[in-house]
């Protein structure tokens, strides 16, 4: 399983010299499976580079979306593949209770907003998630487990398993939220434990606050304490703040290192980048998960 950046930022797109290490395209990660298969987490303006890689292959493209907000939708109607005809774009979705997730990713292509209209692609767009089952999802060899976020509007998280080794996506999801929360900490620690690869929001620092309490996003301090409760493998500190700069960043990413080295944690971390892959392998006798960050 191989885990690629191609949107890392929070919010709306910030390109520009401050952010030219970390990257300024919103929330898209691509996801090899041992499969062959293609998997998408959120379509981002970083979805657009992914886009121009898996045009003209012939394998279908299964687009897993978090939630409807613009700088997890905003790049869909510049994906490649759903320009090419009889190409499959699975859209994993949650009917029922994420209605306005699937509108918001194919309502802006309504010929004012883009000019393009949904319903004119050549693609073959197909929604796939319903009801119940919603779950969980299982085919070919993966698994993946759904978890609400506590996000304003709602939103899932995933967590993606294909033989045995594991990549959760949590993004836009406030760890302690003055208002009702879907999943309490105790059920992340549950849900998150042991994974191999967590990727969480990361937007805030205590800086940010009170001002940004409920605006649907953790502290850098509470993902830290998470990975290190949950037991999970590897950090990825992710949905970086617009105003947060490279150096910011990079000053982040060793106090994470510190924090973890100090706290006995068995977490590594890593501040997510556009361009940067993480890859999973299995040893054939069995055993721990091999993590090279690359
Ligand atoms: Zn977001
Ligand atoms: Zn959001």
Redesign the pocket.
């Known amino acids: 399983m191989i885990i690629r950046f191609y949107g890392v930022r929070g919010s709306t797109a910030v390109p520009g010299a401050h952010t030219a290490k970390y990257g300024g395209n919103t929330s898209c990660v691509h996801i090899e499976l041992e499969n062959g298969h293609d998997l998408v987490l959120d379509a981002g303006t970083g979805i657009r580079c992914l886009g121009q890689k898996l045009a003209k292959k012939p394998t279908p493209v299964s687009i897993l979306l978090s939630?409807g907000?613009w700088?997890?939708i905003q790049g869909y109607p510049f994906f490649a593949p759903i320009y090419e005809p009889g190409r499959d774009i699975n859209v994993y979705i949650d009917v029922e209770s994420q209605h306005q997730m699937l509108c918001s990713l194919f309502e802006q292509m309504d010929g004012s907003n883009f000019p393009v209209k949904a319903e004119d692609l050549p693609s073959n767009g197909v929604c796939k998630f319903k009801g119940v089952e919603s779950e969980l999802y299982e085919r070919e060899g993966i698994k993946v487990i759904k978890r609400p976020i506590n996000?304003p509007?709602g939103?899932i998280a995933y967590k993606i398993n294909e033989n045995e080794m594991t990549c959760a996506y949590v993004t836009?999801n406030e760890l302690d939220p003055p208002y009702a929360m879907e999943t309490n900490y105790d059920e992340w620690v549950k849900y998150l434990q042991g994974v191999d690869v967590m990727i969480h929001d990361a937007q805030y620092t205590e800086d940010d606050m009170p001002h940004k309490h409920g605006w649907?996003h953790s502290l850098i301090s509470q993902v830290r304490q998470l990975a290190t409760d949950a037991e999970v493998k590897l950090l990825v500190m992710f949905h970086h703040d617009p105003d947060r700069s490279d150096s910011e960043l990079d000053e982040i990413q060793i106090e994470n290192e510190n924090y973890l080295k100090s706290h006995r944690a068995p977490a590594r971390s890593v501040c997510a980048a556009e361009g940067l892959s993480i890859t999973l392998t299995k040893p054939i006798l069995g055993g721990e998960t091999h993590i090279d960050i690359g």
């Open positions: 939630h907000h700088d997890h996000h509007g939103g836009d649907g």
